[in-house]
């Protein structure tokens, strides 16, 4: 599907019918690889002259806004489906992919009704799009608070010893608790193993000889046991501290093992069943917000026709879809079927015409049009 189209209006001098029918003749003789389908606008009010112009300064900033919230909900969508294994699916509005139902756009009476000014129906749309912006944010920041405290987890159990949860690199018969002996677990650099074990012993008195075990190895430290009467193991942190060896604090207990079992699989759960019901929300709301966009699309073509053609309404409406390399043709091919006594009016900057960089729009031309990124 392209992600580009042009929304382009056309002043008609005899009839929209016949100048449908050469937009279409000339296009597929000197563009035959540019789509072009017809864009049905309803009639709407026009209202006064002076809301018209006020509405006008608006409408910029209103797609700016609009097409933005379509944008962040694809890439939550993408995000989603890449984080699942998910194969991409077609968006679409009501069932409809987004392509076709731009292309072949029809105006929802029941959501929009035409007697309404454009006014309400352009505030009607970007309320609806900024609830939904809202809801975004808050079902995200849900869904990526239960995945941070995962990853937080994970980070735990996956980072090396002298930060990692020890809990499941521990066995209860590596750990002696007594009324007198206690266990101590000591994170080694790997290159100091042999200091490690010709030295634990003396670090303080009352060491068990040959009492430690090495549990576990990463990249870059070993995790050893050491038993030691109770009384003398704040001597032997402080001594093995200063020798460059790490004592964990580490207690033994199946019940918070359990506990912290069971907490990550209710988080595996929560995260699993949020990132579910958040893509279903984005693909629903990007087909509303995709609708809303396509109708706010149709006002301002309206909207910027009537200022541009005068009243009453009477334009053809189009949307095109050009290659890059196309686009010059199309362009002279639009700009001709215009009044051309006043098209160098609208020429640019280079070419010598008055309305160059007014505004600083790059669509200033002697016809309606503006751009739909899709993507």
Known sequence: MATRYWAVSLPVQKSASTLWNTVQDLISKHSFDTPLYRFNIPNLRVGTLDSLLALSDDLFKSNTFIEGVSHKIRRQIEEL??????????????GVPVDSYLTRFVWDEAKYPTMSSLKEIVDSIHTLVAKIEDDLKVRVAEYNNVRGQLNAINRKQSGSLAVRDLSNLVKPEDIITSEHLVTLLAVVPKYSQKDWLSSYETLTTYVVPRSSKKLYEDNEYSLYTVTLFGRVADNFRISARERGFQIRDFEYSPEAQESRKQELEKLVQDQDSLRSSLLQWCYTSYGEVFSSWMHF?????????????????????????????????VRSILEGLCDSSNSTYWKTEDEGGAMAGLGGDADAHPYVSFTINVA
């Open 81 to 94: 489906e890449r984080v699942s294994g998910l194969e991409s699916n077609a968006l679409s509005v009501d």
């Open 297 to 329: 699309c149709a006002v301002r073509l309206f909207a910027e026709s009537i200022l541009r053609y005068g009243l009453p309404p009477s334009f053809l409406a189009c949307v095109l879809s050009p290659s890059v390399k196309s686009e010059k043709k």
